[in-house]
């Protein structure tokens, strides 16, 4: 899944920088791009553990 959602965020962006620097600006596109770049990070950093989650499992096991 990560090798897919990686590319995806680095095209998105890419297009959303392209956009920015052309003669006319297309806005939908560029908040399409980032709209894609955003879903990208929340699906990776979905699958990062949290840093308290140590913490919530000790208090589960004290009750």
Do not use: H, R, W
Not at 8 to 32: C, D, G, H, P, R
Not at 43 to 50: R, V
Request: proline share 3%; hydrophobic share 50%.
């Amino acid at each position: 899944m990560k090798k897919l959602i990686i590319p995806m965020m680095i095209v998105a962006i890419l297009v959303a920088f392209f956009e920015q620097v052309s003669a006319e600006k297309n806005v939908y596109i560029t908040v399409i791009a980032i709209a894609i770049f955003m879903f990208g990070m929340m699906q990776l950093s979905a699958k990062t553990p949290s840093k308290n989650q140590d913490n919530q499992d000790k208090e589960d096991k004290d009750v």
